[in-house]
């Protein structure tokens, strides 16, 4: 009783092998450009970390405001230097010279809260945008008086 054992086959797996090409084509061994995954990465030098006062630099630079600043009057135009009546105000970049000139509107407290004069905040945001102190003592909360949060981050 002798069997034959067949080898298994796995797959498609024909009785007979294939025969190789009587001419093989040439492989085409031109160098290719590596895939953007295979490329190597190019080690840079690592940055090195800011100072504080370096970042205080950034970030100040980040929120600083663009002058002139323009504020929209809402509700009622006012008078300007010139007797014009005017819908928007355009408050200039205030200089050293002017806040010693109508006083500094701000104070801040040992605990860090801020506390505004509004004398002196009325009297400095009328010289930044050129209305003169009698027009601007004619704000109300009708003609959309400019608040110091307007003037962006300076005060």
Known sequence: MAETVRPLREGFVTATPPTPPANPEPLDNTPQAPLPSQAKLTNMPPEEPLSEIDLA???????????????Q???????????????????????????????????????????????????????????????????????????PSDCGNFF
Do not use: Q
């Open 57 to 71: 630099r950034e970030e100040i630079n980040a929120t600083r405001d663009k002058w002139p600043i323009t504020v």
């Open 73 to 147: 009057l809402l509700y009622k135009p006012i008078k300007n230097n010139m007797g014009e009546e005017v819908t928007a105000l355009t408050f200039k970049e205030p200089t050293a010279a002017e806040i010693n000139r109508h006083g500094n509107p701000t104070r801040m407290l040992w605990d860090g809260e801020v506390i505004i004069e509004e004398r002196k905040m009325t009297y400095i945001m009328a010289a930044l945008c050129g209305v003169r102190r009698r027009f601007s003592s004619k704000w109300t909360r009708e003609t959309g008086t400019p608040a």
